[in-house]
């Protein structure tokens, strides 16, 4: 694992990280987490009350959580000693069985620090000319911007369910968008960008007119679940996602058998408008 560890801080409190550069992804100390939620005095009682927490979550059920993966840290004494660790979306629910008045203040700092390296998978909030009038200077075709800007009202549609549930911007609608991708696509976001050559493109950006509809297609129908289904767990709003996903994934896979052509493509945005020009 090529990892790059670091001390960030929370208010006062030290928070050891890892960053994995294979992985694009964040991995924070739980005993540490643990031990600012819970205001314990020494690494000690927060190792404790992990060891406990761990085997309650266990026992629930939820190995998405339990099965952390251990990293070589800095210790108290100075020496590097394996430790659990866990990415973002881990902590998050974690954060969920701990009853703390800290909870909201560290997930808001969580999620600016997680943002720091996440995929953008979630489109800017623009308005509706502005949008217009910055993809015609890109040189897209109108048909493609009519799609674009759908797609644009459809995600806002999905969005504020998801606020109306009271889940978080930025990991938590990360993690369920990249559920809708991988279930309609078959590739996560980061795979996605990967086929396409993005880097810090954004994707939707970088979409044909058949992907952009399969995809508002996914949100729309994740969303018209959500509303009838109510769910009250983040576990509860994945598996609306995945259900989402499968409709347009069904669709998709219909349209490619009647035409005898792949939804999901590896053209990005530059080759599509270098091919019209």
């Known amino acids: 694992m090529d990892d790059q560890t670091k001390i960030k801080l929370f208010e006062t409190k030290q928070v050891r990280t890892a960053w994995n550069a294979d992985e694009e992804e964040w991995y924070f100390s739980v005993v540490?987490?643990?031990?600012?939620?819970?205001?314990?005095?020494?690494?000690?009682?927060?190792?404790?009350?992990?060891?406990?927490?761990?085997?309650?979550?266990s026992q629930e059920g939820n190995e998405t959580v339990t099965n952390c993966n251990q990293l070589k840290l800095p210790a108290e004494d100075g020496k590097m000693r394996l430790t659990d660790v866990a990415t973002t979306e881990q902590i998050f629910r974690i954060i969920q069985?701990?009853?703390?008045?800290?909870?909201?203040?560290?997930?808001?700092?969580?999620?600016?620090?997680?943002?720091?390296?996440?995929?953008?998978?979630?489109?800017?909030?623009?308005?509706?000319?502005?949008?217009?009038?910055d993809y015609r200077r890109l040189g897209y075709s109108e048909s493609w911007i009519n799609q674009r800007l759908k797609s644009i009202e459809i995600r806002k549609d999905l969005t504020d369910e998801w606020k109306r549930h009271g889940l978080q911007e930025g990991v938590q609608f990360a993690s369920l968008t990249d559920i809708i991708y991988q279930s309609w696509s078959g590739k996560t976001a980061k795979e996605y960008k990967q086929y396409k050559g993005l880097k810090k493109e954004n994707l939707r950006d970088n979409m044909t007119n058949k992907e952009l509809v399969i995809n508002m297609l996914a949100e729309l129908s994740t969303k018209e679940i959500s509303e009838v289904s109510n769910p009250e767990t983040m576990t509860e709003h994945e598996d609306i996602a995945r259900r989402g996903g499968n409709i347009a994934r069904d669709a998709r896979l219909k349209l490619e058998a009647e035409t005898g052509k792949k939804v999901v493509s590896p053209l990005n945005a530059k080759k599509v408008l270098s091919i019209d020009k």
């Open 32 to 57: 540490d987490v643990v031990g600012i939620l819970t205001d314990q005095p020494t690494q000690n009682g927060a190792r404790n009350y992990w060891k406990v927490l761990k085997h309650r979550i």
């Open 97 to 133: 069985s701990i009853p703390s008045p800290k909870a909201e203040p560290f997930k808001q700092w969580l999620a600016q620090t997680a943002k720091e390296r996440i995929d953008q998978l979630q489109d800017p909030e623009l308005s509706i000319e502005q949008a217009m009038t």
